[in-house]
Structure formats: C-alpha cells, structure tokens
C-alpha cells in the first residue's frame, strides 16, 4: 500500500489527521480487494475456505495435526500427487512436507520383495509419526509395506599418519659349485638373497 505524504505546507495539525484517516480507509479497502486472491491460496485463506480446498484436493486433516502443516498439505496436493508411485517423487514429498531427506530401498537381499524400507534418522520418526503414516497412506505404492529403518549418525575421528619399514630376507644354501646365490633389489627397501641351480 502507498503511504501518502503531503507537502510541507500542508504538513499542519489539522490536515495530519485528515491524511491519517484517508491512510487507514484506503488500506482497509486495499485489504478487502484484496481478500478473494488471498482465498484462492491454502496458505492464507480462512479456515472455512480451506476445508472447501481440502476437500477438492481429496485431504483429510488428521487427528491432532497443526493447522500450518494442513495447509502445507493442502497446498502441495497436486505435486504431491503428481510425484507418487516413484521413489525419486516419495523423497521429494517428505522434504516438502518438512520431515527432511530420506532414503529409501527396495528389492534388497535378505526381505521380501514387496517390502520398502525407508531409513531416516530418530528424530524424523519421533517428530513425525502420523505424518508419516499419512504419507503413506495417500502417496505409498499399491500392495507394498513399508518398513522404518532408524539411521543414528555417530562422529568418527581419524588420524592420519605416514609410516615406512625394511625389511631383507636371506637364504642359506650350501656350498656347491652347481649353487649359486644372487640379491635382487625390489620396492620398499626389501633385499631378496635367493639360491638358484646352475648346470654345468
């Protein structure tokens, strides 16, 4: 909205007041133009609008769940509902939905094959368990389970350090003029003293 401003020579008490109301009328006018855009939007538009909106887009808000992530919900629908059955579209749901990136297997040796697992961290589970059921429920793939797999990251440290060796190795041969000894030189610092036969 703009915000009015009266020249200096009008700037008198009398004439304040007057452009103090005329600013306050035309923002409230402003705001009621503005009112049917702003219910086309899940985001801003009146709870009663946003039922209506809900059920166009087939979401049911579930017990106990935030008005802001309902409204997140409602407000995804459609690409939501565009990214489902895929496993690439089932991780880009549960970032936009808040949860935080996933991963997700299937096929894997040892389960059976209709079984996902999805490995996410303990937080994700514990802030988000009905979400996530939800998720499921509305985007999961048809005739498939689902397993949680809980990943916790733990901090390894290292230390990296450079170390070297000798080393020789020394055959024992008895004299004999058809024997003869030979070193060979190979990496490492290694000396080699092998025997070997000679024919006469």
Same mark, same amino acid.
């Given at each position: 909205?703009?915000?009015?401003?009266?020249?200096?020579?009008?700037?008198?008490?009398?004439?304040?007041?007057?452009?103090?109301?005329?600013?306050?009328?035309?923002?409230?006018?402003?705001?009621?133009?503005?009112?049917?855009?702003?219910?086309?939007?899940?985001?801003?538009?009146?709870?009663?609008?946003?039922?209506?909106?809900?059920?166009?887009?087939?979401?049911?808000?579930?017990?106990?769940?935030?008005?802001?992530?309902?409204?997140?919900?409602?407000?995804?629908?459609?690409?939501?509902?565009?990214?489902?059955?895929?496993?690439?579209?089932?991780?880009?749901?549960?970032?936009?939905?808040?949860?935080?990136?996933?991963?997700?297997?299937? /096929?894997?040796? +040892?389960?059976?094959?209709?079984?996902? *697992?999805?490995? &996410?961290?303990?937080?994700? %589970? @514990?802030?988000?368990?009905?979400?996530?059921?939800?998720?499921? /429920?509305?985007? +999961?793939?048809?005739?498939?389970?689902? *397993?949680?797999? &809980?990943?916790?990251?733990? %901090? @390894?440290?290292?230390?990296?350090?450079?170390?070297?060796?000798?080393?020789?190795?020394?055959?024992?041969?008895?004299?004999?003029?058809?024997?003869?000894?030979?070193?060979?030189?190979?990496?490492?610092?290694?000396?080699?003293?092998?025997?070997?036969?000679?024919?006469?």
């Amino acid at each position: 909205m703009i915000k009015l401003q009266l020249p200096h020579w009008l700037s008198g008490e009398e004439l304040t007041k007057l452009k103090n109301s005329a600013q306050t009328w035309f923002e409230r006018v402003a705001s009621w133009t503005a009112w049917p855009l702003q219910q086309l939007d899940p985001l801003t538009c009146s709870p009663g609008i946003l039922e209506l909106i809900a059920w166009q887009r087939d979401i049911t808000r579930y017990a106990g769940e935030p008005m802001g992530l309902y409204r997140k919900r409602v407000s995804f629908a459609y690409i939501n509902a565009k990214d489902a059955g895929s496993t690439a579209g089932f991780i880009r749901i549960c970032e936009r939905l808040g949860i935080g990136h996933i991963t997700t297997q299937e /096929r894997q040796e +040892g389960w059976d094959w209709d079984i996902i *697992n999805i490995y &996410l961290d303990d937080n994700q %589970l @514990a802030d988000n368990p009905d979400l996530l059921r939800e998720i499921i /429920r509305m985007y +999961g793939r048809t005739c498939r389970r689902y *397993n949680f797999i &809980l990943e916790t990251p733990v %901090l @390894a440290y290292m230390r990296c350090g450079e170390f070297s060796h000798t080393a020789s190795t020394a055959v024992a041969s008895m004299p004999n003029p058809g024997i003869r000894s030979q070193a060979h030189e190979v990496a490492l610092n290694t000396a080699t003293v092998v025997a070997s036969l000679i024919k006469n």
